[in-house]
């Protein structure tokens, strides 16, 4: 299946440490090949890059490694093809407007069962069991609000529609618009708080080094989500299956029904 990263600050951050590990898993220490993707919230607009090569080997990646942008909330995605070909139109993170907002949309997993979309607004381009639900989910959202609605009830709606995808096959999922990330696990998904007092972090996939003391000050407060741990040294917290979580400004929360 595919790998899942992402990023949620509490101030605009970087996040080519984790993504010069998370990029050699696919195709270098992994065997996610098929593609991969970023995308970088700033202000209202978003930055997507997208290769169906893979990322250890991908010049699009390379230029992203060498171009530090920094944003409050970013998704990554390296792909190992279970429904639909290699193409760019089948690449991760998916992108849709709602409310005048950009939505990010990124999917580990396989639903043997589609949700139906009938005639509703958001449609797929490509051909994945993973755009197929990022559109039911806005479509969802959109028949039941004109407007954003407080991230309480939408964390409380996501919820309740991660559980029916879910009885249709394995649903990991990120999600953003900008404002939060939302972070669903059906069977892997771990994720690491780096605040102050920082520390060094080494990446499992490379042999690199950071102090995160080095670069950051007292007040930033930066959470990565991933699959898989990305550093062999830090204390990553595995989410619980059906667990969600939505992340705003570097924590955790999990928020009452």
Not at 122 to 138: I, K, M, N, Y
Request: hydrophobic content about 35%; charged content about 20%.
């Amino acid at each position: 299946m595919c790998q899942l990263l992402g990023m949620n600050c509490n101030v605009p951050t970087d996040i080519m440490f984790s993504f010069e590990g998370f990029s050699r898993r696919g195709g270098e220490t992994d065997e996610h090949g098929d593609g991969w993707g970023i995308a970088f919230f700033e202000d209202g607009g978003c930055r997507v890059f997208l290769d169906y090569l893979p990322s250890s080997i991908s010049p699009v990646a390379e230029l992203v490694k060498h171009y530090p942008i920094q944003s409050r909330n970013v998704i990554a995605h390296i792909r190992k093809a279970t429904q639909g070909a290699v193409s760019l139109a089948n690449t991760h993170p998916f992108q849709r407007e709602l409310w005048g907002r950009y939505w990010l949309f990124a999917h580990n997993g396989n639903l043997t069962e589609r949700p139906a979309l009938h005639n509703g607004r958001f449609q797929p381009v490509g051909t994945t069991d993973s755009e197929q639900a990022f559109c039911w989910l806005l479509n969802r959202l959109s028949e039941h609000f004109d407007s954003p609605p407080p991230l309480s009830r939408l964390y409380q709606m996501l919820t309740d529609y991660a559980g029916q995808l879910s009885q249709g096959g394995t649903f990991n999922f990120l999600l953003s618009d900008g404002r939060a990330l939302f972070a669903h696990c059906s069977t892997d998904l771990h994720y690491v708080v780096r605040e102050s007092p920082f520390s060094t972090a080494h990446l499992s996939d490379a042999d690199v080094t950071i102090d995160f003391a080095d670069v950051t000050t007292p007040r930033d407060r930066v959470a990565v989500i991933a699959t898989k741990p990305l550093t062999d040294n830090e204390q990553w917290i595995r989410m619980e299956a059906g667990e969600m979580l939505c992340f705003i400004d570097g924590s955790p929360v999990r928020m009452p029904g």
